[in-house]
Each structure stands twice: as structure tokens, then as C-alpha cells.
């Protein structure tokens, strides 16, 4: 388990996985007054938290699937990602991609943080990759049964 330190300007809960086996942890809207969200619109939501990742770690933040299958909300940028030198609040890139206008209420869970560790690379150029049995192929190369 890594340890993430986290402010919390909002009256909410901090961020929590809701089953044990879950990957993710509910994020909640931090909002002054609801946001009504018009078809195909988007808007960046407030949540009240700022967090400082240990260096090698990011945070995902990805949609939930209730929100995205029932009311037709997802986000924009999806997974976005926080940097561990990030420092600002966590906003959430909300869309409507229903055709109803849709309301976004404080304290509503409206997306989900997954907290991961990450490598980085050192470029080695090459002139020729290994074969592997794929190849070159690429979406649909194995067929559609």
C-alpha cells in the first residue's frame, strides 16, 4: 500500500473504494449550487482535493460506469492523469452524451481515482525489432470470433 498525502477542502468524504476487490476509489462534486450539464456539454467539476503522489506514482482518474450506462455522463479526457508533481485541486472533465440535460449534485459520486505506480523510459534506436508471432497486425488482426 503506497501513502498519498491528500487535502480535503470539501465537506465530503475522502476518496474510498466502495467493494474490496474494487480498483478504483469514488471521487465526489464539490458544488456550491448543482450543475445542469445540456446535451453533448462539458465542464470541469470541482471535488475539494488536492493530493501530493510520491514521485513514480500517477493518479487516473476514469469514469464511473453507472453514471456513463444510466444518465449517459463520462469524462472528456479519459483516463486523465495527475502527475505526482501536480499540486492543484483535482477537477473532474465531465460531458453529457445523452440527449437530456442532466444534473450534477454536490457530493454525488462522479468519477473514479486509481492510484498506480509507472516506469520511466530510456529510448534505445534500433534498426530492426523482434518478430513475434502479431507482428505488425493491429485492431481487428485476429478476427471477429
Do not use: C
Not at 83 to 108: A, C, F, H, K, W
Amino acid at each position: 500500500m503506497v501513502q498519498v498525502q491528500i487535502i480535503n477542502r470539501s465537506p465530503h468524504l475522502l476518496p474510498e473504494y466502495q467493494t474490496d476487490g474494487a480498483s478504483g476509489m469514488d471521487i465526489r462534486a464539490w458544488l456550491p449550487e448543482p450543475v445542469t450539464l445540456k446535451p453533448m456539454e462539458r465542464r470541469l467539476i470541482a471535488t475539494g482535493l488536492y493530493i501530493a503522489l510520491p514521485a513514480g506514482f500517477e493518479a487516473q482518474i476514469r469514469p464511473r460506469s453507472g453514471l456513463a450506462i444510466k444518465r449517459g455522463l463520462t469524462l472528456i479526457n479519459t483516463p486523465g492523469t495527475i502527475d505526482s508533481d501536480y499540486r492543484g485541486e483535482v477537477m473532474v472533465p465531465m460531458v453529457n452524451l445523452s440527449g437530456e440535460e442532466q444534473v450534477i449534485t454536490d457530493g454525488e459520486r462522479i468519477a473514479q481515482m486509481i492510484v498506480s505506480k509507472y516506469e520511466k523510459v530510456s529510448w534505445e534506436t534500433v534498426d530492426n525489432l523482434g518478430s513475434t508471432t502479431r507482428g505488425a497486425g493491429g485492431f481487428g488482426h485476429s478476427g471477429t470470433n
